[in-house]
């Protein structure tokens, strides 16, 4: 099969890297994951990372054009592929490329840029805008909020395939730091999977789209609810999800419309934020995150200089 | 001098242990700090930490009332002391002290409750309860919120010596966790004092007072300007300080009188709240954390059955 490969694809984030072998009419012919992610590599070392997961899916003397989003690209990762500034027009994201060399091959190398705003609110973005190039490929001319969940969920204003504005919610990093590190790990010290945990979840979600602006305060009620309620783990850890997703659904509700928001983000997380949107009465369309990154790599392919 | 004591006041924190020696005039007449916090004690090790610090006090044969606010009355502390519960009023504190033995000595030790609260929103504290007792005996007849900025802030409503209602927001673990765990920690690597950190306070502060319903996004703006406008680590340790102590005082903003809001705790924290307080148009008023945790433990004391 592997002789059939055209180009690969690569999302190379900051805890892993995966990888698709793409045949000439744009079909995955091959995939690699890799563990070597942004966060584990020093500057010399991504080469070699590359070549390992490249020779999992193609001969070594192949010509090969390679396309990276993500993390590659930061200050602190292989070669930096300066921001673009929003408002930008994603569809020529493959112009702010860089192209590191991969030596002893042959393989044409283009890591994209991210994009950055430096009006209405500093902020960053890699890997997800070719997430957004993707989603405008598959549902030409949406014009809406996108939300992309995770360790620091996005919200961006997608008019087709131009990025207006954009925000980032630390709510991903925010459950792990407070689940493993706070006061109220003493709450959630056991199962977290049971049957409360839906319950704990529909609680801590009502309370985060009433009163986003009392965070601070509700994270503490998981620790008094243990305390006097004998609330368990599971129905801890589950209002502790739910209060973060419904905070910040809640600190965004006012810039959805009346379409369904796309949703992009692993299936299990985007399936949360669906039954949260519902609640605050809005609706949440999940979206492919492998189809899209892959449609957002094919399409900005096409613009690399 | 320590012929003289009458009495021994304890606050027996999670981290450390304050004591003072009191005479029947009720003058501190000498005081001992000890690191053996609850936190670090196991169950049979409260005794022996109590009788280390009662010696630096006072002859070891004395007779002596002991009287302990805080931690030592925890669950996972010396001998549990059941919560008394909001609203409530704080002049009957002692009748629900609990009194472990310590074997060898004379001392009658009294450990006084906390208080829970089970209607809106489930609540716990250990410790402020007697200071705000200390703040009724202090300023007789004050009606009104009190903020107690801290690793857990507490923000009561206190009508003379009732409380009626009590919140407790996360800010200053927040901040530590953030600072230390996060994805921020990158832009807080370095001396986080410095020429720009007032600015990034009063920055994060309005930013926090404007938007409390944006934590979540308006924390990542702390990595974001490091990234674009290259904000130092003093700046963005002030943006983030300012950001967390903007939304909390956000959040309590409605129930704000025009009265000044008396401010317990350390006073770098309390001098940091009262200027954002003055952000928001209203003030506040430093207590001495101290003063009042030593007349609500004579005021305490009274009521011990």
């Known amino acids: 099969m592997t002789e059939t490969i055209a180009w690969i694809a690569v999302d190379w984030g900051t805890s892993n890297l995966r990888a698709w072998g793409i045949d000439a009419g744009g079909a995955v012919v091959a995939s690699a994951v890799s563990d070597q992610g ?86 960053v973005m890699r890997g997800e805008e070719t997430q957004l190039l993707g989603l405008a490929a598959i549902s030409p001319g949406y014009s809406g909020l996108v939300c992309m969940p995770g360790t620091h969920s996005k919200w961006a204003d997608l008019e087709g395939t131009r990025i207006t504005r954009f925000s980032t919610a630390m709510t991903g990093e925010m459950f792990e730091l407070l689940k493993t590190h706070s006061v109220l790990r003493h709450s959630l010290n056991g199962p977290l999977e049971g049957p409360e945990r839906e319950h704990g979840f529909q609680t801590g979600a009502r309370a985060g789209l009433d009163h986003p602006d009392m965070l601070l305060g509700q994270l503490f009620r998981a620790r008094a609810s243990a305390l006097l309620s004998g ?75």
Request: aromatic share 4%.
């Open 38 to 123: 942004m966060g584990k590599l020093a500057r010399e070392q991504f080469p070699a990372a590359l070549k390992a997961v490249v020779n999992e899916l193609a001969p070594p003397d192949d010509t090969l054009d390679v396309v990276i989003c993500g993390m590659a690209g930061a200050r602190q990762g292989w070669l930096e592929a300066p921001y673009l500034e929003a408002p930008t027009d994603l569809s020529e994201l493959g112009r702010g490329a860089v192209h590191p060399v991969v030596e002893g091959t042959r393989l044409n190398v283009s890591i994209l840029p991210g994009v950055c705003q430096r009006e209405g609110g500093e902020n």
């Open 231 to 305: 609330r368990p783990p599971d129905w801890c850890a589950g209002y502790l999800s739910g209060l973060l997703i419904g905070t910040e659904i809640a600190a965004n509700r006012n810039q959805i419309g009346t379409d369904p928001v796309p949703l992009i983000g692993s299936a299990t997380l985007c399936g949360l934020y669906a039954g949260v949107l519902g609640m605050a009465g809005a609706t949440g369309r999940v979206v492919d995150s492998t189809e899209v990154v892959l449609a957002g790599l094919k399409a900005a392919r096409a613009s690399i200089a």
